[in-house]
T-cell receptor
Framework: DTAVSQTPKYLVTQMGNDKSIKCEQNLGHDTMYWYKQDSKKFLKIMFS???????INETVPNRFSPKSPDKAHLNLHINSLELGDSAVYFC??????????????????FGPGTRLTVL | GDSVTQMEGPVTLSEEAFLTINCTYTATGYPSLFWYVQYPGEGLQLLLK?????DKGSNKGFEATYRKETTSFHLEKGSVQVSDSAVYFCALLKAAGNKLTFGGGTRVLVKP
């Protein structure tokens, strides 16, 4: 019954490797996000997709490439991992205007996070 | 650009104490305001929200009032419990926008 799920929960890898984090939501939402939370708990948006189209792309290195195969999935692929990529990555989703009840319009639902450690 | 500023933590309290976490924002227009809570090892959960000036959001004993004149959305709870120990994030969303702007988070530790 998990609304927004992420895999893996923990990811430990060496510098220079390529890794992917997967996100799936079963809420029927059409907008999905990736956030990065650093060691000081500061949370910053990275990407957002609406109906499989990229709508937000903050200043993120192009080593990070999101992919949305369908509305329910938004995966994050990271090439050539660096020490500074160590963080917790959160996926989120929401319903966009016109799709659901207005009172849920602005609420984002977050996944449990993926803790990435780059050694 | 838009920004949210929260008081820095950690905030350490005893059970049944009164909790206030200050939050102020900078944004053009009329954003919606939110408080999210992150319990240890978990993702963020929406705690409460307010979509227009003078609205009061409330949930689980927490309250926050949207004050446009002071651009603030302070979180309060009259009597905290150990289970309220978490990191609390204030956030804003511009009207019809897609991007939440978060404050830096405030860690709250409630001791028995």
């Amino acid at each position: 019954d998990t609304a927004v799920s992420q895999t893996p929960k923990y990811l430990v890898t060496q510098m220079g490797n390529d890794k992917s984090i997967k996100c799936e939501q079963n809420l029927g939402h059409d907008t999905m996000y990736w956030y990065k939370q650093d060691s000081k708990k500061f949370l910053k948006i990275m990407f957002s997709y609406n109906n499989k189209e990229l709508i937000i792309n903050e200043t993120v290195p192009n080593r990070f490439s999101p992919k949305s195969p369908d509305k329910a999935h938004l995966n994050l692929h990271i090439n050539s991992l660096e020490l500074g990529d160590s963080a917790v990555y959160f996926c989120a989703s929401k319903v966009s205007a016109g799709q659901g009840a207005d009172r849920y319009l602005n609420e984002q639902f977050f996944g449990p996070g993926t803790r990435l450690t780059v050694l | 650009g838009d920004s949210v500023t929260q008081m820095e933590g950690p905030v350490t309290l005893s059970e049944e104490a009164f909790l206030t976490i200050n939050c102020t924002y900078t944004a053009t227009g009329y954003p919606s305001l939110f408080w999210y809570v992150q319990y240890p090892g978990e993702g963020l959960q929406l705690l409460l929200k307010a979509t227009k000036a003078d609205d009061k959001g409330s949930n689980k004993g927490f309250e926050a009032t949207y004050r446009k004149e002071t651009t603030s959305f302070h979180l309060e709870k009259g009597s905290v419990q150990v289970s309220d120990s978490a990191v609390y994030f204030c956030a804003l969303l511009k009207a019809a926008g897609n991007k939440l702007t978060f404050g830096g988070g405030t860690r709250v530790l409630v001791k028995p």
